[in-house]
């Protein structure tokens, strides 16, 4: 098999949620156990750090890989979904796994897992703790896939857990409150092992607070700390939405400090100011174009949705145009009625299974009061956005990760 085959059979014979969302969730961790003692524990060969939340794990994990990348350490950093290419999701040092080695760990392991039948994400984890093994990393920075509690990426000790915060997301699977969801995340609470909260609610906070207590874990809101130790960081995530995750992050690292990694107030200077080009992070707050101005987020439910909102209505631009789509599996009347009403919309769909048809879209958008037309596909939605706007015009595009996975797709061509 070449990649593009090796590619196909993960993709059709391992459910990938990704592509068709609820099919491919599997509750328990038999499979990854499984997995993990075939290829011989490879998650202790190396140190972790373990990064839940509803939304901001993905900056977050991103920016602390940076951060120990700039002081030396070579790091793995495993995170999901991919935006353009399964490879994303596996890099070290900012390198994503090679063609060659996702062909050769399913060629040789096909016949171990086959009859396991695991998910994509359980097969996936499953090769990147062992490439990081084999990479010999100093450390690893793992965002877990879907939850906490029963998430693959559960079976790690890591030297800190980030729960960043809660939002009402994946609720088919976590609940349908903020506090169960929290009791699912808070799953990645290690016993003795210092947890950082990014943001709570009154329904959360006793959910972490309990977690920690029964598991004798030192617990850190980053809602009470004045994080004066980095004033001048200049942060390339420029999403308003960053200013939280940075305040996450800068409670970490004390406590990444204490843990024994070796930082200079340079080296987070360095790693906040080269987030994407030292570990390769697209579609946070990405501006892609001026005149006009296009910018995409993968922003994709109500707590992210929120922030994006907020920042457009800073932009000084004289019409706002928003190119959109969702997924089937969010709360789309949630989103919608937080967007502006006097923007124009661009109605669209991504290409993937999970996508809610572009007129659907449009009917629940019309009982939110917003105006625009529908397009098959996301270039020719973004097209007649460009070709209705003028140079002082501003281009919204989100509503999805998938959206965003189409868009930069298209434009790197």
């Not at 906040?272 to 101005?293: F, I, N, S, Y």
């Amino acid at each position: 098999m070449d990649y593009q085959d090796t590619l196909a059979y993960l993709y059709n014979s391992t459910p990938m949620f990704q592509q068709v969302g609820s099919a491919a969730y599997k509750s328990g961790l038999e499979n990854t156990l499984a997995l993990d003692e075939h290829f011989g524990h490879p998650h202790r060969q190396f140190k972790t750090i373990h990064i839940a939340g509803t939304n901001g794990k993905g900056s977050c994990s991103h920016t602390i890989a940076a951060i120990l990348q700039s002081a030396g350490y070579r790091v793995g950093l495993y995170t999901s979904p991919h935006l353009m290419d399964f490879r994303e999701r596996i890099r070290v040092n900012g390198t994503p796994v090679s063609q060659e080695e996702v062909v050769r760990f399913v060629e040789q392991e096909r016949s171990f897992f086959e009859p396991l039948q695991p998910s994509f994400f359980e097969l996936t984890t499953a090769l990147a703790f062992k490439y990081f093994a084999d990479s010999k990393v100093d450390v690893a920075v793992i965002e877990v896939g879907l939850g906490g509690r029963l998430d693959c990426t559960n079976i790690i000790s890591p030297q800190l857990s980030i729960i960043t915060n809660i939002s009402l997301d994946h609720t088919q699977f976590l609940g349908h409150t903020l506090a169960a969801i929290a009791g699912e995340k808070a799953g990645i609470i290690k016993p003795h092992t210092p947890v950082v909260i990014g943001e709570t609610t009154p329904e959360t906070r006793p959910v972490f607070l309990q977690k920690a207590h029964e598991a004798e874990a030192p617990i850190y809101f980053a809602e009470e700390n004045p994080s004066t130790d980095y004033q001048n960081v200049d942060f390339e995530l420029k999403g308003l939405y960053q200013q939280k995750n940075l305040r996450t992050i800068f409670t970490a690292l004390p406590l990444l400090q204490q843990a024994g990694f070796h930082f200079t107030p340079d080296d987070v200077r360095n790693g906040c100011a080269h987030v994407t080009e030292l570990t390769g992070l697209m579609g946070r707050w990405q501006k892609l174009q001026d005149h006009p101005t296009l910018v995409c987020d993968t922003g994709h439910n109500v707590g992210g949705i929120q922030y994006i909102v907020q920042q457009l209505k800073q932009q000084h631009c004289r019409q706002l145009h928003i190119v959109i789509g969702m997924v089937n599996d969010k709360d789309i009347s949630g989103v919608l009625a937080l967007l502006p009403r006097e923007a124009k919309y661009y109605f669209t769909r991504a290409s993937v299974k999970r996508a809610l048809p572009e007129t659907e879209l449009r009917q629940l958008a019309v009982a939110a009061v917003l105006q625009g037309d529908c397009y098959p596909d996301v270039p020719t939605a973004v097209r007649a956005a460009q070709a209705q706007s003028n140079p002082d015009d501003f281009i919204f595009v989100g509503g999805s990760t998938f959206i965003v996975a189409d868009l930069l797709t298209w434009l790197q061509g």
